[in-house]
């Protein structure tokens, strides 16, 4: 199920707005790439519905500087889950997300 993110919103924003939906749909964000299609900055995220019953993960987003790998940046605890190329500040930014208890 995709939900679209406004790409003008900070990285934490985003972030928070994708932990947001992972709550109120029970699902795990499993892409997060910049929406190609739109004429405006905004980024669109796949999602996997969680079984009920199953534990909602914490999703932490991460901007992965130019020359740095998502492993270099990956925050202890988390499980790499993607990485690809959003808006951020209305600005392309290549980040990871990572799922974490």
Do not use: W
Not at 50 to 59: A, F, S, V
Not at 69 to 76: G, H, S
Not at 84 to 98: D, E, K, L, R
């Amino acid at each position: 199920m995709p939900n679209t993110v406004d790409g003008a919103l900070s990285l934490d924003e985003q972030n928070n707005a994708l932990n947001f939906h992972q709550k109120q749909h029970r699902c795990k964000v499993v892409d997060y790439q910049k929406d190609q299609a739109s004429t405006v900055a905004q980024n669109i995220a796949t999602c996997q519905q969680l079984p009920l019953g199953d534990p909602i993960p914490t999703l932490r987003l991460v901007e992965i500087p130019t020359g740095s790998t998502r492993d270099q940046v990956k925050p202890a605890g988390t499980t790499p889950t993607f990485d690809g190329i959003v808006f951020v500040n209305s600005t392309a930014t290549h980040v990871a997300g990572f799922h974490g208890n």
